[in-house]
């Protein structure tokens, strides 16, 4: 008999998921005997739920296809919460599969185990869209279109619930795949105001973001930024998309100074597949020209940037229908020139802030031992902030950072799942002591499934960015130190080989010798970075 769990593995193997991450619990048993019986799906088990959800996160990043989670009923899908808000910030595509409580029992509030009244009700605002299975019959197509929906249009999570009692019923005849689900798309819109005002300017500006990013469309920016030879502005998750050493790339757009003055010396900036959020652009006292905004839908149209001109509908398509209808520019040498002078201007600029700061010391040891197509993993703390302005990206994705949601405690596991997506491809990792305990639990898994990358620990004994905000706003500093446990006792007693360094020399070398072992290492940073580089720079 072929069960309604069977049903669902074999739904997700057809769609072409290869690896999922979860707990069993005593309310999925009858998934984990589907998946027990699919030796074509790998299951990593992780000890919690919420870093669960960040190494699909990663692992969705890195793979630019779908990262599965198993969870389940009430507090094992409350756990996810947390992570869902990063990654609908950050555009991943995660799907959440929970159990619920026997169908029959819904909404009965009985007492029965894990029963939370209304549990689909808590994930609305935190995914593109919520599937609750009530009925037998309901499986097949609902998941379906949970999977159709985390894989089309803006990338984001999605929510699949299903009862626990139904995993175990013989399931219906299978009639649909993933491919047969309709989804509406807008159509393309009318490109030819957007073609004339790009025309018109005389020194255009490209504003990157990271649904561009998702949607792989790194060569149609390069093609865009060369056409009209405009420089391009990132924001954080989206460098690389351009590479950082290309000449019209000039980084990440919150920074002031050098970049700054470019903003404002331009007359028109074309966003693409960036939301403008206030938290990435406004907040850093960003001032935009005239607006053209490309993204999926215009849910942020307008929200702190007035837009001349909105494209909205399939990114993909409206992008590359640009790089058609734009015209190469004829003489490009007076931008050109302009885009030259701005990059050694910032070139100079940061110089200038290295001889200040050796946390720009620490972050070339680290890129000068990483290939140039790897990845490095910033959780939110100081030397992750610096990184943010000033670690080379040269790839897409090169960079990766929970800046969806700004969590902590995001990058070692969301390493651990971009590691399982390339297991090839040089991950490192970078997270702060405060952040590290959120997930140190995971070197369990790491170790069970063989998966080896660096772990750098920065050690302050802080929760530092806070301390640096009080200081700032109350001139005090309160409850931000930290009792650590020895980190290199703590990877010890797990299995895993641990180093402790003090300088950038030794963190270079660490860092190599750690790369070169293919294993799980932790390097243990022992440094206190003051502050982060948003109040300067």
């Known amino acids: 008999m072929k069960t309604v769990a069977d049903q669902v593995v074999e739904i997700l193997k057809e769609a072409g998921v290869e690896v999922l991450f979860g707990i069993p619990s005593i309310h999925n048993l009858g998934l984990y005997e589907a998946l027990r019986k699919e030796p074509a799906i790998r299951h990593i088990l992780c000890r919690h739920e919420s870093t669960a959800t960040h190494m699909a996160d990663g692992y969705a990043r890195e793979s630019?296809?779908?990262?599965?989670?198993?969870?389940?009923?009430?507090?094992?899908?409350?756990?996810?919460?947390?992570?869902?808000?990063?990654?609908?910030?950050?555009?991943?595509?995660?799907?959440?599969?929970?159990?619920?409580?026997?169908?029959?029992?819904?909404?009965?509030?009985?007492?029965?185990?894990?029963?939370?009244?209304?549990?689909?009700?808590?994930?609305?605002?935190?995914t593109k869209g919520v599937f609750a299975v009530r009925t037998r019959s309901e499986v097949e197509d609902l998941t379906h279109k949970a999977l159709k929906t985390s894989l089309t249009g803006r990338p984001?999570?999605?929510?699949?619930?299903?009862?626990?009692?139904?995993?175990?019923?013989?399931?219906?005849?299978?009639?649909?795949?993933?491919?047969?689900?309709?989804?509406?798309?807008?159509?393309?819109?009318?490109?030819?105001?957007?073609?004339?005002?790009?025309?018109?300017?005389?020194?255009?500006?490209?504003?990157?973001?990271?649904?561009?990013?998702?949607?792989?469309l790194s060569e149609e920016v390069v093609a865009l930024a060369e056409t009209l030879v405009a420089p391009v502005l990132f924001t954080p998750s989206a460098r690389g998309m351009i590479p950082d050493d290309h000449p019209l790339a000039l980084g990440n757009g919150a920074r002031r100074g050098v970049i700054r003055e470019a903003v404002s010396s331009s007359d028109l900036v074309l966003a693409v597949g960036t939301r403008l959020r206030e938290v990435d652009a406004k907040r850093r006292g960003l001032v935009l020209p005239r607006l053209i905004h490309v993204d999926w839908d215009d849910q942020w149209i307008g929200k702190n940037f007035p837009a001349e001109i909105a494209l909205t509908g399939d990114l993909v398509q409206i992008v590359r229908a640009l790089v058609k209808e734009i015209d190469p520019l004829t003489n490009g040498e007076k931008r050109k020139a302009r885009v030259e002078g701005i990059v050694i201007n910032r070139q100079e600029e940061t110089s200038q802030i290295g001889k200040m700061h050796p946390e720009l010391a620490y972050l070339k040891a680290i890129r000068d031992v990483m290939p140039r197509v790897s990845?490095?993993?910033?959780?939110?703390?100081?030397?992750?902030?610096?990184?943010?302005?000033?670690?080379?990206?040269?790839?897409?994705?090169?960079?990766?950072?929970?800046?969806?949601?700004?969590?902590?405690?995001?990058?070692?596991?969301?390493?651990?799942?971009?590691?399982?997506?390339?297991?090839?491809?040089?991950?490192?990792?970078?997270?702060?002591?405060?952040?590290?305990?959120?997930?140190?639990?995971?070197?369990?898994?790491?170790?069970r499934h063989?998966?080896?990358?660096?772990?750098?620990?920065?050690?302050?004994?802080?929760?530092?960015?806070?301390?640096?905000?009080?200081?700032?706003?109350?001139?005090?500093?309160?409850?931000?130190?930290?009792?650590?446990?020895d980190f290199i006792q703590l990877a010890g007693a797990y299995g895993v080989e641990g180093s402790r360094v003090t300088s950038p020399a030794q963190l270079q070398d660490a860092l190599a010798d750690a790369l070169s072992s293919g294993k799980m290492r932790l390097i243990e940073l022992v440094e206190d970075f003051p502050e982060p580089p948003f109040a300067k720079y």
Not at 74 to 84: E, H, I, K, N
Not at 404 to 410: D, H, K, R
């Open 64 to 126: 630019r296809m779908v990262g599965v989670v198993i969870t389940s009923t009430g507090p094992g899908a409350g756990y996810t919460v947390p992570a869902l808000q990063e990654a609908l910030g950050s555009s991943a595509h995660v799907l959440v599969i929970a159990t619920n409580i026997a169908s029959t029992k819904i909404g009965k509030r009985i007492g029965t185990l894990h029963e939370v009244t209304g549990q689909e009700e808590i994930f609305p605002n935190i």
């Open 156 to 216: 984001g999570p999605v929510y699949l619930e299903i009862p626990n009692d139904l995993l175990n019923m013989e399931a219906d005849e299978k009639r649909l795949s993933v491919k047969d689900v309709p989804l509406k798309q807008k159509p393309l819109p009318n490109l030819e105001k957007a073609t004339a005002l790009i025309g018109e300017a005389q020194n255009p500006l490209i504003f990157v973001g990271t649904a561009a990013l998702r949607a792989g």
């Open 375 to 447: 990845t490095l993993v910033a959780d939110n703390t100081q030397l992750g902030y610096w990184s943010e302005y000033f670690y080379p990206s040269y790839f897409p994705g090169g960079w990766m950072g929970a800046k969806g949601s700004a969590i902590i405690g995001f990058a070692f596991a969301a390493a651990v799942g971009a590691k399982i997506a390339a297991p090839e491809k040089p991950v490192v990792a970078l997270i702060g002591d405060g952040g590290f305990l959120y997930s140190t639990q995971e070197l369990a898994t790491c170790v």
């Open 450 to 485: 063989g998966i080896g990358f660096p772990l750098i620990v920065v050690n302050s004994q802080s929760y530092g960015i806070i301390g640096y905000l009080q200081k700032m706003f109350h001139q005090h500093e309160y409850e931000t130190r930290l009792e650590n446990p």
